[in-house]
């Protein structure tokens, strides 16, 4: 049998998520639970897709204040339907697109230079002389998006 209100071990063991990250989610606002007499956190079954949504969103590269502005449009009166995540992740396709294009980008020069400023690889010399990527900012420029050469 199936109980409604679950604990915040359940909600961690069935969503795979520590039960400290569920914590701080409900304290960021993006879960809500119940407590009972005692102070024990109770969920509500339907917390578990909160979760996955949260989950995947991360993965993704949504903040955890764009998540929060995500999971505000979710109806208040009622459980999310199918059609409320359609809604929610359709527009999710072109930043998805995006992930995929930067993780292809990252596979195809994982032995080229990255423009980290290292300067260690044969390549870099030609790639990167004298770090010129520097005058584009921090990090591996030739990986980030946009500013590749």
């Known amino acids: 049998m199936v109980t409604e209100a679950m604990t915040v071990g359940e909600i961690a063991k069935r969503s795979g998520v520590a039960t400290s990250a ?3 989610y409900e304290a960021e606002g993006l879960i809500q639970s119940e407590r009972t007499d005692s102070g024990h956190r109770r969920y509500p079954r339907e ?3 909160r979760v996955a949504f949260i989950v995947f969103a991360q993965r993704i590269g949504l903040s955890l204040s764009e998540i929060r502005v995500e999971l505000a449009r979710l109806p208040r ?3 999310p339907e199918r059609s409320d995540w359609a809604r929610l992740s359709h527009s999710w396709k072109a930043r998805i697109q995006d992930r995929i294009a930067e993780l292809e980008r990252l596979r195809n020069s994982l032995t080229e230079c990255i423009g980290c400023g290292c300067l260690s690889l044969d390549r870099c010399q030609f790639a990167n002389p004298g770090d010129r990527a520097a005058r584009r900012g921090a990090g591996p420029r030739y990986w980030m ?3 590749r050469g």
């Open 22 to 24: 569920l914590r701080y």
């Open 145 to 147: 998006p946009g500013d």
């Open 47 to 49: 917390v578990i897709r």
């Open 77 to 79: 009166n009622r459980v």
